[in-house]
Nanobody, 122 residues
């Protein structure tokens, strides 16, 4: 089983940057695709960015060019660098792991972290 722990959330001004991390002590993490999702107030949870077990990356259109997902296999860690943040980026951000090769759907992910709050002020 894969257990995920997110960190790095907080309050930031619009236009600023924030870096989220997803860590695990499970070595099987290196065999999983990992994604970041977010859920704002009154909204459904949505896909933000993903990285395959071989390091390929893909993004939701609204964050393309602003967010960067990466992974460090040696540290069992996946990060999400968020630049040029907007108020509409405010949400609880979740890290998740999947058995599939290039998952984008919520239901393709098997393991989830508890989430970390990101708030972007105007």
């Amino acid at each position: 089983q894969v257990q995920l722990v997110e960190s790095g959330g907080g309050l930031v001004q619009a236009g600023g940057s924030l870096r989220l991390s997803c860590a695990t002590s499970e070595r099987s993490f290196s065999s999983a695709a990992v994604g970041w999702f977010r859920q704002g107030p009154g909204k459904e949870r949505e896909f933000v960015a993903g990285i395959t077990r071989t390091g390929g990356t893909y993004y939701q259109d609204s964050v393309q060019g602003r967010f960067t997902i990466s992974r460090d296999f040696a540290k069992n860690m996946v990060s999400l660098q968020m630049n040029s943040l907007k108020p509409e980026d405010s949400a609880v951000y979740y890290c998740a792991a999947s058995r599939y090769a290039r998952p984008t759907d919520l239901h393709e992910y098997d393991y989830w972290g508890q989430g970390t709050q990101v708030t972007v002020s105007s």
